[in-house]
């Protein structure tokens, strides 16, 4: 697999896993829609196992990865590729560091630059967050309900993403559609909702001799 390979399945990766994953309070019979407003509304933290694959238009063998996932609002996250190629995703509150150990590279962001109007914004802030998109009931699959998020901006960098809940509410499956033909999937396991999480879950130390790029 190429470089460019490796770091695009990252950069999708990283606007696809600030997924919502535990249980939430659930009226009777709500919509995906309801699910999603409330998971924005309740969800503080969580941690989670993930598996990752991208799909290329062309149907060629899809690309897996697979990790782990931290989260604490506001902007605080730990997102760690494990296999087939060790990434490492870190923000503390303000910035973003992306660390790619083949490339022996750190990519620094500020968060708020990082965010945006992603789907990563989609699911990781205030109900504010849903202006920008336009969101419609998808029906149901895999016995899960789709909700489907498309966004306002036709230059956001994907075209839409679709969100499948279970019966209780629970995130189970994450899909984001690129702008390039590529539709990425994350399924979550070993879901914790609004756990306790350390602190230093979410502070990078540089390593020696890598090359920073960015701020």
């Known amino acids: 697999m ?4 490796k770091r695009r399945i990252f950069a999708v990766f990283f606007l696809a896993v600030f997924g919502g994953l535990g249980a ?10 309801d699910t999603l407003k409330q998971f924005l509304d309740h969800t503080t933290s969580f941690s989670a196992d993930f598996s990752l694959s991208v799909q290329s238009e062309g149907g060629r063998q899809p690309v897996n990865s697979n990790g ?3 989260l604490q609002k506001p902007g605080k996250f730990r997102w760690e590729v494990q296999k087939p190629y060790p990434q490492l995703m870190v923000g503390d509150g303000q910035k973003v560091w992306i660390y790619d150990p083949d490339l022996a590279q750190v ?3 500020k968060i708020d630059q990082t965010l945006g109007d992603s789907p990563a914004a989609l699911l990781a802030g205030s109900r504010d967050v849903l202006k920008n998109f336009e969101l419609k009931e ?8 789709w909700v489907e998020a498309q966004p306002k901006k ?4 994907f075209a839409k993403v679709r969100l499948g809940f279970a019966a209780k509410g629970e ?15 994350v399924r979550f396991q070993v879901p914790k909702i609004n756990p306790k999480l350390p602190a230093s879950q979410f502070l990078f130390t540089l390593p020696e001799g ?6």
């Open 107 to 109: 990519t620094v962001r």
């Open 171 to 185: 995130l189970r499956v994450m899909q984001l559609f690129d702008n390039f033909g590529q539709t990425t999937t």
């Open 138 to 145: 998808a029906g149901e699959a895999e016995g899960l309900r």
């Open 24 to 33: 939430l309070p659930q009226t009777a019979h709500a919509g995906a829609i």
């Open 2 to 5: 190429s470089v460019f390979s």
């Open 154 to 157: 036709q230059d956001s960098g």
């Open 210 to 215: 890598v090359e920073v790029l960015g701020e």
């Open 68 to 70: 782990k996932l931290a």
